[in-house]
């Protein structure tokens, strides 16, 4: 199972090679996640779509909650969904998945560029 940033799911959806061999596995995401998905795709003029992610949100608990506080405090320039997403995949014990530069180097994290 693979955290997926909203980065993941716009390769996948641009047909990135480099995320080919994450096409078919085991794949969760949050509500957040799926916001700012909806959110890029309307900025691009395309149709938003964000059903196509219901099948892979994970409602955030409470635990996980805190946690993103704790990781948002420290990098002040990461989102709130990109934190609470990371916060997810740490919780899960699980790679989160992001070609997003500000993950870059850190724990935890499959970082792959489109």
């Known amino acids: 199972m693979f955290f997926f940033d909203t980065y993941a799911f716009m390769a996948l959806d641009g047909e ?3 995320y080919e061999r994450f096409k078919d596995v085991e794949a969760i995401t949050t509500r957040f996640n799926q916001v700012e998905y909806g959110w ?5 003029g395309k149709e938003t ?8 949100v994970y409602e955030v608990n409470l635990e996980i909650i805190k ?4 990781i948002r405090l420290k990098n002040k320039k990461m989102s709130m969904p ?3 997403g990371y ?16 993950f ?4 935890n994290v499959e970082f792959v560029k489109e």
């Open 16 to 18: 990135s090679r480099n």
């Open 40 to 44: 890029l795709k309307i900025k691009a």
């Open 49 to 56: 779509n964000v059903e196509r992610l219901e099948p892979y």
């Open 67 to 70: 946690i993103s506080l704790k």
């Open 82 to 84: 990109d934190a609470i």
């Open 87 to 102: 916060a997810t995949a740490l919780f899960l014990k699980i790679p989160f998945i992001t070609g997003d530069d500000d």
């Open 104 to 107: 870059k180097g850190m724990p």
